[in-house]
């Protein structure tokens, strides 16, 4: 095998397995990668959860919320978009029960679930 098959072989071989390293389900709940940001379907209209840990053993994993929001700039009086981060807490993520390609960001406290599906981010 010449060099330049090597190189599809294995470009063909490992791009499936970095797209399937985001999530990872672990029966019920879904662990997603550190790092990752999760959107609602509007991509970037209302803000994201960024991955901040590990799955822990109740489940949950933690998570900062970032709202978009708008900020004048003196200078030119454009307005452009902030990222104001929310907060931080845990929350269980599972896959939503009728789209099977989005999650669920869910309370464990209350037990509800976000408003919005999510998946990530197109832009990471």
């Known amino acids: 095998m010449n060099k330049t098959s090597q190189a599809l ?3 063909f071989l490992c791009v499936p397995l970095l797209a399937g390293a985001v999530l990872e389900d672990r029966g019920e709940y879904v662990e997603v990668t550190t790092g990752t940001k999760l959107c609602d ?8 959860y960024l991955i901040e840990g590990r799955m822990k053993p109740d489940k949950t994993q933690d998570v900062t919320y970032y709202r978009f929001g708008p900020l004048l700039d003196l200078k030119t009086g454009i307005q452009q978009r902030t990222q104001q981060p929310i907060g931080g807490s845990s929350r269980w993520i599972k896959r939503h029960p009728r789209e099977k390609d989005k999650l669920q960001v869910i309370n464990p406290v209350t037990g509800a679930a976000d408003e919005f599906t999510y998946a990530p981010c197109k832009n990471q």
């Open 9 to 11: 072989v294995t470009v």
């Open 41 to 48: 379907p509007g991509e970037d209209v209302y803000g994201y």
